[in-house]
């Protein structure tokens, strides 16, 4: 006998939004509009009182800015959502011991089995949700359904404050009148394809024939009609292990020369050397990530036999990596990233290597206490002058 598998999604309303207007009252019930708040940010996260406007995640600040003049915008502070993050995340324990946190404000929950402890398990719904606002006056929509598909569906159906269950017998005949765009993996495009052959809800792909799916979606054909049909065998993976961590930065003005952009690529690094020595990480592959002001997008990586995480060696890399691009456009954007990560730092024994280490952890040991902007160490323009002098060695 196949065993009854429950799975929850629990997505925060509007998180970095709804933190701003839990502490300032004098938010709430406005507009408010989280992200960077120069000329070319981006929008992070809106309230639902700006949604009403047209305004929603990843729009440049200047568009929302035009389309809800009146809405309060703030600068993001992620330290706070961070920590209020980990409490959440502290909850979700309280129910299960399996939780695959997809981002900063969302988790699958695994409650198989909880039946033997909780009776009801469709009763945990709106108990988490009660608990959530309790502990932190934030509310979170929730998905309870046999699989994650249909839990994560459920979620967004009835946002901010919804709660959405899908029993198993209930299950095609719920999503079958839904449009195909409820579908996750399927874009624009795919969607317009299928309308296009008068395939416009769920219930209608889920019947389609195979062949005309793999002519319009080709090889993710099978997996989306499975969707369809409301199946999905993937299981809750807890703490997946991070694969990567990095920084990067869209400039208010264009960078021009090589030199300008190894500037901000040295601040970039000390970010995430940062981050990793904060983490008890330390990377093997090193990328550089550039945006010109033409949006062509271009990454070299390089990966290193010791695992990096001083600043240091990190930008010795980066500029390693600078060197096999041409520079000959301004650039919009900037990242540094490390993947390939490990447990612990560098175990490099040379004596600058050291000396650089015992600098770090003074620095990183103020950082701690004072926040991570009181102290940035400057660039050299002569450090790649240097470089080039130890390659010839």
């Known amino acids: ?97 399996v939780v695959e946190p997809l981002s900063i404000d969302e988790a699958f929950l695994d409650l198989t089995g909880m039946e033997a402890l909780a009776g009801d398990v469709y009763a945990l719904g709106p108990r988490i949700k009660q608990v959530i606002r309790e502990k932190t006056g934030l509310t979170a929509s929730v998905g309870l359904a046999p699989n994650k598909f249909l839990a994560k569906l459920a979620s967004d159906l009835r946002k901010p404050d919804g709660l959405v269950i899908i029993r198993p017998e209930e299950a095609a005949a719920f999503i079958g009148p839904l449009p195909v765009g409820r579908i996750f993996g399927l874009g624009q495009k795919s969607v317009g394809a299928l309308e296009k052959m008068g395939i416009r809800t769920i219930g209608q792909l889920a019947g389609c024939d195979p ?87 271009l990454t070299r990586s390089r990966t ?16 390693l990596l600078a060197r096999q691009l041409p520079w000959t456009q301004p650039v919009r954007l900037l990242g540094v990233s490390v993947s390939h990560l490990v447990d612990g730092g560098s175990q490099s024994l040379a004596v600058e290597d050291a000396r650089q280490e015992k600098r770090n952890r003074a620095l990183d040991a103020l950082k701690q206490r004072f926040g991570e902007d009181i102290i940035r160490k400057g660039w050299n323009q002569g450090e790649t002058r240097l470089a080039r002098e130890r390659e010839k060695r």
């Not at 809750?236 to 190894?262: A, H, I, M, W, Y």
């Not at 601040?267 to 010109?292: E, F, I, M, N, P």
Request: with cysteine; glycine share 8%.
């Open 1 to 97: 006998m196949v065993r009854q598998r429950y799975i929850m999604h629990v997505d925060m309303d509007a998180f970095f939004a709804s933190v701003e207007q839990l502490d300032h009252p004098e938010y709430r019930g406005k507009p408010v509009i989280v992200g960077g708040l120069s000329g070319r940010g981006v929008v992070s996260t809106c309230s639902y009182e700006a949604r009403k406007f047209g305004v929603h995640s990843a729009m440049p600040m200047a568009t929302a800015r035009r389309l809800c003049p009146q809405a309060i915008y703030v600068q993001g502070r992620y330290d706070r959502y961070t920590e209020i993050s980990r409490e959440i995340r502290g909850i979700f324990r309280e129910f299960s011991p």
């Open 304 to 319: 290193v036999e010791e695992p990096v995480c001083q600043d240091e060696a990190l930008m010795e890399q980066i500029r």
């Open 211 to 297: 062949r005309i799916l793999r002519s319009l979606l080709g090889k993710n054909a099978e997996e989306i009609r499975d969707r369809a049909r409301g199946l999905d065998s993937r299981p809750v993976v807890p703490d997946e292990q991070r694969k990567s961590l990095g920084k990067e930065n869209t400039f208010p003005v264009d960078l021009v020369g090589p030199e300008t952009c190894l500037g901000a690529l040295w601040d970039l690094c000390q970010q995430v050397g940062w981050r990793l020595r904060c983490a008890g990480l330390s990377g093997c592959t090193v990328t550089l990530k550039v945006k010109t002001a033409g949006f062509q997008l």
